[in-house]
């Protein structure tokens, strides 16, 4: 009878343990991944915004205007205007 209660015993502690890891990743380690995968994301999105940004502003500056295809048969062409200074009199 002593060792159906400690067998008893033991399993009990077993699943209060394996509760206690569930309850430790649904509310520490998962939330930590996941927040650390959406920082990178948002990262990598904000540097391809500035990239493009970049890119198609070096293309005005030499060429005089950019052209972004739309669609199948649509462009949008962004002309710049290089303005040149002019001494100070």
């Given amino acids: 009878m002593a060792d159906k209660n400690k067998l008893v015993i033991r399993?009990?502690?077993?699943?209060?343990?394996?509760?206690?890891?569930?309850?430790?990743?649904?509310?520490?380690?998962?939330?930590t991944v996941t927040g650390y995968a959406i920082d990178k994301y948002t990262q990598?999105?904000?540097?391809?915004?500035?990239?493009?940004?970049?890119n198609v502003w070096t293309q005005i500056q030499q060429v005089g205007y950019?052209?972004?295809p739309l669609g199948e048969n649509q462009v949008l062409?962004?002309?710049?205007?290089?303005?040149?200074?002019?001494?100070?009199?």
């Fill in 44 to 54: 990598g999105y904000y540097q391809g915004q500035s990239d493009l940004l970049s």
């Fill in 11 to 31: 399993i009990l502690i077993l699943v209060i343990v394996l509760l206690l890891l569930a309850v430790l990743y649904a509310f520490v380690v998962r939330p």
């Fill in 77 to 89: 062409v962004l002309q710049g205007q290089i303005a040149q200074s002019q001494p100070a009199q």
């Fill in 66 to 68: 950019a052209q972004i």
